[in-house]
C-alpha cells in the first residue's frame, strides 16, 4: 500500500511540475480610457434599469478548511463588489464559514485576498451565517424569506417584494446534481430548484440571477429549471467537467511567495474582475456570459471549463446593473467586448487544488522537521481516501452490473437536457447506504455523484446497493476524511 502511495505521490508531483512548465501567453490588460470620452454624456444605456424595486444578493462559500481558502476569499470579494455597486448591507446577506482570515496558516491574519496584487477583501463583509449556520436549511430558509424557519445566524433573509431583484452567488465543491455544504447534509440540485419554484410562486421577486461555481455545476439546471421561472443561471462548468481553481502556488501569475493555496477561482475570479473594471450600467448579462466563457475555456482544455447558461436567456440582454449596481469611480469604464481582462495562466482542477496545498506545504517545511512530517501525513491521507473512493465505486458497478457491464453502466450520461437521475431521493438513499458501507464520500467523493445516479437510473434497491457495498468495503478506512464524524452527506 505504502509504495503504491509513494508510486501515486512520484505521478503527483511530475504532473505538478508538467503544470509548472507551461507558459502564458502575453496578452494584457486593456483599459478603454480613448473611449470615455465617447461614452460621456451617453445616457441611453440605463434606462431599461430599475426605476422601482430593491437589488438582493445572497452570496455563499459551500466550503471551509484552509486548502479551500479560495472560495470564502470569492465570496468575500463579491461582497465588495456589490457594496461597492451602492447594494445596501441590509440587502446583501453573506453565508461563508469564517475559519480562513484568522487560521494560523494564514500569513496575512485578519486579511483575505483574491488576487495576488489584491486589497484585502475581508474587511466590513457581514457574518450573517458562520460556522455550523452555513448549512442547506438556513440557505433555503435566506432565499424563501422565512425567518422562522432559520437556525441561529444573523436573521437577515430576502425580504423581497414583487419588483425586485436577486442575485445569487454560490462557489465550492460540487459533484453531479450536488453542491458541497461544509456541515452536512450537502445541497441537492433537485431541492434548490423545488426552493426557487417556491420562491417564483410567492410572487416576491421580478427577475433573477443566479452565478455559480462548482465542479459539474451544468448539472445543477441541466433539465431542470424551468424558463417560467424567470431566472437566468451561469455555472462555471457543464454538466460532465471540473470547474478550476486559480491564482494557485506554483501558477502564474504567481502568489506572494507566502501563500501556499489557491487564492480564486477561474470562473468567480472572471465575473469578478470583469464586474470591478466596468461601468455596469453599459455591460449586460450576455455580454459578461461571454468574457467569463472566454477567460473560463481558459485557450486550451483541459486547464479551463464550458460555462452554461440557463433558464430565462432572454433576461440577460439586462445590464449587469440591475443586479449589481456599478462603482461610481468606474463611470467613464464603459463595456466595449475588447476591453476585457486577459486571458492567460494556469488553472488547477478544483479537485487537485488541496493536493497541490498539502503537497507545498510538504516541499517548504523543513527536513526532518514536525511541520514536514505532518503535511507528509496530510498528503498521503488524501491520496488513500481518493484511492479508497475510486476504487470502491466502480467494484461496486461490477458486483451490481457484472465486470463487463459495470464500467459503462456507472459511467453513461444521459443526452443533453435530461437532469442526471429521475428519483432523487433514491440518490439520497444511495449516497447514505455507500456512506453507511464505505466511509464518508467527502468533497472528492462528490465526482462519483453520476456512478450513484445511474445505480438509481437503472432501478437498483437499496438492499442490493448495500450488499454491494458491504462486499466491496470490508471496513470503512481509518483516515479523517473516509470519517463519518460529520455525519452522512446526504
Ligand atoms: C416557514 O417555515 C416554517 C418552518 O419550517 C413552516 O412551517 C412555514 O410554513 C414556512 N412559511 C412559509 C411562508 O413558507
Ligand atoms: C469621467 O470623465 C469626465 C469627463 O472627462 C470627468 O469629468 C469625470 O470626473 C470622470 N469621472 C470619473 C469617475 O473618473
Given amino acids: 500500500m505504502i509504495r503504491y502511495i509513494a508510486g501515486a505521490l512520484v505521478l503527483i508531483v511530475l504532473s505538478i511540475s508538467a503544470v509548472d512548465s507551461r507558459t502564458l501567453g ?106 455550523e449556520n452555513v448549512n442547506v436549511n438556513n440557505f433555503f430558509a435566506v432565499l424563501l424569506g422565512n425567518k422562522t424557519d432559520l437556525t441561529g445566524g444573523s436573521g437577515k433573509v430576502v425580504n423581497s417584494g414583487p419588483d425586485d431583484h436577486i442575485f445569487v452567488y454560490y462557489t465550492d465543491h460540487g459533484g453531479p446534481g450536488v453542491l458541497g ?89 472572471a465575473w469578478l474582475e470583469d464586474s470591478d473594471l466596468h461601468n455596469l450600467r453599459t455591460e449586460s448579462l450576455k455580454q459578461q456570459y461571454k468574457v467569463v466563457k472566454e477567460r473560463t475555456i481558459n485557450k486550451d482544455l483541459p486547464y479551463g471549463s464550458h460555462v452554461m447558461e440557463y433558464g430565462n436567456s432572454e433576461l440577460s440582454v439586462q445590464h449587469l446593473y440591475m443586479y449589481m449596481g456599478t462603482n461610481p469611480s468606474n463611470d467613464n469604464m464603459s463595456f466595449v467586448e475588447d476591453n476585457s481582462l486577459p486571458i492567460n495562466s494556469m488553472a488547477v482542477n478544483q479537485r487537485d487544488a488541496d493536493l497541490i496545498h498539502f503537497w507545498h506545504k510538504f516541499r517548504r517545511a523543513p527536513e526532518g522537521s514536525p511541520k514536514k512530517m505532518k503535511a507528509q501525513k496530510q498528503f498521503l491521507d488524501m491520496m488513500s481516501h481518493r484511492m479508497h473512493i475510486d476504487n470502491s465505486i466502480p467494484l461496486i458497478g461490477k458486483l451490481l452490473f457484472g465486470f463487463e457491464k459495470g464500467a459503462e453502466v456507472l459511467k453513461s450520461v444521459r443526452p443533453s437536457g435530461e437532469p442526471l437521475v429521475d428519483d432523487w431521493e433514491c440518490l439520497k438513499t444511495m449516497v447514505r447506504t455507500y456512506e453507511t458501507q464505505c466511509g464518508s464520500l467527502s468533497q472528492y467523493g462528490m465526482k462519483h455523484m453520476r456512478s450513484l445516479a445511474n445505480i438509481c437510473n437503472a432501478g437498483i434497491s437499496k438492499e442490493m446497493m448495500a450488499e454491494a457495498s458491504a462486499q466491496a468495503c470490508v471496513t470503512i478506512p481509518t483516515g479523517s476524511w473516509s470519517s463519518l464524524h460529520r455525519g452522512l452527506s446526504a
Fill in 181 to 269: 455544504m461544509p456541515t452536512y447534509p450537502n445541497m441537492y440540485a433537485y431541492d434548490l430548484i423545488d426552493v426557487l419554484k417556491k420562491k417564483h410562486a410567492s410572487g416576491t421577486y421580478k427577475s433573477f440571477v443566479f452565478y455559480l461555481e462548482a465542479c459539474e455545476s451544468g448539472s445543477i439546471f441541466e433539465g431542470l429549471l424551468p424558463k417560467g421561472l424567470n431566472i437566468y443561471a451561469t455555472t462555471a462548468s457543464n454538466a460532465v467537467e471540473s470547474s478550476w481553481g486559480y491564482y494557485c502556488p506554483g501558477e502564474y501569475p504567481s502568489l506572494p511567495s507566502e501563500y501556499d493555496t489557491c487564492l480564486g477561482d477561474l470562473y468567480s475570479i
Fill in 26 to 131: 502575453d496578452d494584457v490588460l486593456k483599459l478603454p480610457s480613448e473611449v470615455s470620452n465617447f461614452i460621456h454624456g451617453s445616457s441611453s444605456s440605463d434606462n431599461d434599469d430599475d426605476a422601482v424595486g430593491t437589488r438582493w444578493a445572497v452570496l455563499i462559500a459551500g466550503s471551509n478548511g484552509y486548502y479551500n481558502y479560495r472560495h470564502q476569499a470569492d465570496v468575500c470579494h463579491a461582497y465588495q463588489t456589490l457594496k461597492n455597486g451602492g447594494l445596501k448591507d441590509e440587502n446583501i446577506i453573506v453565508f461563508m464559514y469564517d475559519d480562513i482570515a484568522f487560521d494560523e496558516q494564514n500569513p496575512r491574519p485578519g486579511v483575505i485576498i483574491n488576487n495576488p496584487l489584491g486589497q484585502d477583501v475581508y474587511a466590513g463583509v457581514p457574518k450573517d451565517y458562520t460556522g
